[in-house]
């Protein structure tokens, strides 16, 4: 039997668990996730969310170990997006006297489209409470954290803020609070699901964290992985830094290769980077998902991206990477295009411009080698590419004689 668990008296997570989930458009989620929903048990019942459509009847069984699912008067939806909302048809076949409360108008137009106009709806504004019995939820639009019907609700009397998609994690666990499963795991997940889907949005999150400042709260539910009950400072601190765009002192050098020219130069920019005293990453394509990347794109400053050469363009791996990164919109970062080439430095120009589509500053140009690597050309690249590094810093100007050091 599939049971509910109770995060606080009378209010209980009766989600289901993606145990195998892999992938979620596009971002890998190689730990699966979880679609929570939580169920109040008060005066008049009220079920937070659904969860995806195919862990309905789990969802179900686990409300019905607690109560008659018949009983649930309000279905409070958060947001529109059906791994959220795709059991609310099952939902209202259990409980059809339910009204569906979801944000106004977003949420109400979105619902409709889904679901149609059968069901009894109420729409809510930002500020506008609910009281359900001994409890009175307040709900916040979140609108573009990370759609425009986004919002979040409040119950007073057990402080708890049912989050949605803001601070949430694609991460599958028989254990449900972060204290259980450990700070460092829950923030790693919760970064890399920020990094992933919140960061365009990032505005939208201040707004959020603003209207939230002078809130009390003992439990953050979010719709996708683990409750926060120890670590709450921890997060909401983190989605301050990371909602800021402001990078780390950090590179990540990204690249694909072909006869190992361009990894080559991968190899030698990491190593710059580590002889300046800036820690350093590297991430070949064939063998890191853009997903991964982008968790580390969020920390950093400096994002270096090569390729050498193919068919008149860049590699497909690389294209991929930067439509990725572009779609992500991360601020205040500093390109760097890379590659090697042999008759036409086509790759590493289009590089050049995927960056520069992204909004990235460029003071390096595009930093190419024709054929194959040598230990000459690479020590050249290493002498020039650390000398315009340090100008970057603002510690001693490129020499006038190392001014074609950059291509573009």
């Known amino acids: 039997m599939l049971r509910a668990i109770e995060i606080k008296p009378d209010v209980y997570w009766v989600g289901g668990i993606d145990w195998n989930e892999r992938n979620f458009h596009g971002y890998t989620t190689q730990r699966g996730s979880t679609y929570n929903a939580y169920l109040i048990v008060d005066e008049h019942v009220t079920l937070i969310d659904t969860c995806k459509g195919p862990f309905a009847d789990e969802m179900i069984e686990r ?4 109560i008659d699912p018949a009983r ?43 679901y149609g106009d ?34 979040a609700t409040y119950s007073n009397v057990d402080r708890i803020l049912f989050s949605n998609d803001a601070f949430g994690q694609h991460f599958a666990s028989s254990k449900h609070f972060d204290d259980e499963v450990g700070r460092d795991e829950v923030l790693q997940q919760a970064k890399k699901y920020y990094a992933n889907i919140v960061m365009p949005y990032s505005k939208h999150v201040r707004r959020l964290l603003d209207a939230l400042a002078d809130t009390e709260i003992d439990l953050v539910a979010p719709a996708h992985g683990i409750i926060w009950r120890s670590y709450i400072a921890d997060i909401m601190a983190a989605y301050e830094t990371w909602a800021s765009l402001e990078p780390d002192d950090y590179a990540i050098v990204v690249y694909d290769s072909m006869w190992h020219a361009t990894e080559a130069m991968a190899l030698q920019l990491v190593e710059a980077f580590i ?30 991206v090569g390729s050498p050469s193919l068919n008149n363009g860049m590699m497909p791996t690389v294209a991929s990477f930067l439509c990725y990164l572009k779609g992500l919109s991360p601020r205040a970062r500093i390109g760097i295009p890379f590659g090697s080439y042999g008759w ?14 992204c909004g990235f500053e460029l003071p390096f140009g595009t930093l190419t080698h024709q054929w194959a690597e040598n230990e000459e050309g690479l020590a050249d690249l290493d002498r020039k590419f650390l000398q315009k590094l340090r100008e970057v810093r603002g510690e001693r100007p490129v020499l006038q004689d190392d001014a074609n050091v950059v291509k573009g």
């Open 344 to 357: 036409k430095a086509s790759g590493p120009d289009e590089v050049c411009k995927g960056l520069e589509a």
């Open 118 to 151: 059968d069901y009894a709806y109420l729409p809510v504004k930002s500020g506008d409470t609910l009281s359900i019995g001994k409890r009175t939820l307040t709900f916040t639009h979140a609108m573009m954290v990370h759609w425009p019907d986004n919002m």
């Open 72 to 114: 649930i008067e309000y279905v409070v939806s958060n947001h529109v997006e059906q791994d959220h909302s795709g059991a609310i048809p099952r939902i209202m076949q259990e409980a059809p006297n339910a009204t569906i409360v979801t944000s106004d108008p977003w949420g109400e137009r979105g619902l409709r489209a889904h």
């Open 275 to 304: 002889e300046e005293g800036i820690p350093a990453r590297l991430f070949d394509l064939k063998a890191n998902h853009v997903s991964d990347i982008m968790t580390e794109v969020l920390s950093a400053r400096y994002i270096a």
């Open 63 to 66: 409300i019905a170990g607690i």
